[in-house]
T-cell receptor, first 114, second 110 residues
Framework: EAEVAQSPRYKITEKSQAVAFWCDPISGHATLYWYRQILGQGPELLVQFQDESVVDDSQLPKDRFSAERLKGVDSTLKIQPAELGDSAMYLC????????????FGPGTRLTVL | EDQVTQSPEALRLQEGESSSLNCSYTVSGLRGLFWYRQDPGKGPEFLFTLYSAGEEKEKERLKATLTKKESFLHITAPKPEDSATYLCAVFQGGSEKLVFGKGTKLTVNP
């Protein structure tokens, strides 16, 4: 069964350091999403890609966060510099198309900022 | 503002004790409602999509229903392996994004 891959699974960093997360969506899925999930809350969308283009990054803190999907396949989410409040689970999801289509999630990256 | 409210926040059941989880929403132009299961430290796992009031979907011990204002996830004769957090999310046509509730943490004791 096809799955969304993410790495690393866990990341511990100190504040002011740079971190990067990687996501490989299900093969053939044109739409890719990055979510942030704080403990006890539901996931919140950070950025959405359609192929290599950003569709929605309205909730992405652009002063410190960046995301790219250069060839329209895998994607990288970067935080520089990391702050204590960035500690959370970062989830990647993909769907075959935009709109009301099922989003399939990866295992996530648990980030702890010390 | 779009709102998705799940209740209860936490639910403890004995094995075999059936119950229901609620998801109420206040969005206009609902285009789909999704249920996911999330185990600790893992990503959400897709369960169901419901598109219109009156629709029902079933999978093993789970049954999801939808009205114009809320959705229920019915769990029949649950087992300990059903213990997880269940997330509800709505897709609203205006924002074209999935909005999640905070989830219901279900614990099923043997």
């Amino acid at each position: 069964e096809a799955e969304v891959a993410q790495s690393p699974r866990y990341k511990i960093t100190e504040k002011s350091q740079a971190v990067a997360f990687w996501c490989d969506p299900i093969s053939g899925h044109a739409t890719l999403y990055w979510y942030r999930q704080i403990l006890g809350q539901g996931p919140e969308l950070l950025v959405q890609f359609q192929d290599e283009s950003v569709v929605d990054d309205s909730q992405l803190p652009k002063d410190r966060f960046s995301a790219e999907r250069l060839k329209g396949v895998d994607s990288t989410l970067k935080i520089q510099p990391a702050e204590l409040g960035d500690s959370a689970m970062y989830l990647c999801a993909s769907s075959s198309r935009t709109g009301v289509d099922t989003q399939y999630f990866g295992p996530g990256t648990r980030l702890t900022v010390l | 503002e779009d709102q998705v409210t799940q209740s209860p926040e936490a639910l403890r059941l004995q094995e075999g004790e059936s119950s229901s989880l609620n998801c109420s929403y206040t969005v206009s132009g609902l285009r789909g409602l999704f249920w996911y299961r999330q185990d600790p430290g893992k990503g959400p796992e897709f369960l169901f999509t419901l598109y219109s009031a009156g629709e029902e979907k079933e999978k093993e011990r789970l049954k999801a229903t939808l009205t114009k204002k809320e959705s229920f996830l019915h769990i029949t004769a649950p087992k300990p392996e059903d213990s997880a957090t269940y997330l509800c999310a709505v897709f609203q046509g205006g924002s074209e994004k999935l909005v999640f509730g905070k989830g219901t943490k279900l614990t099923v004791n043997p």
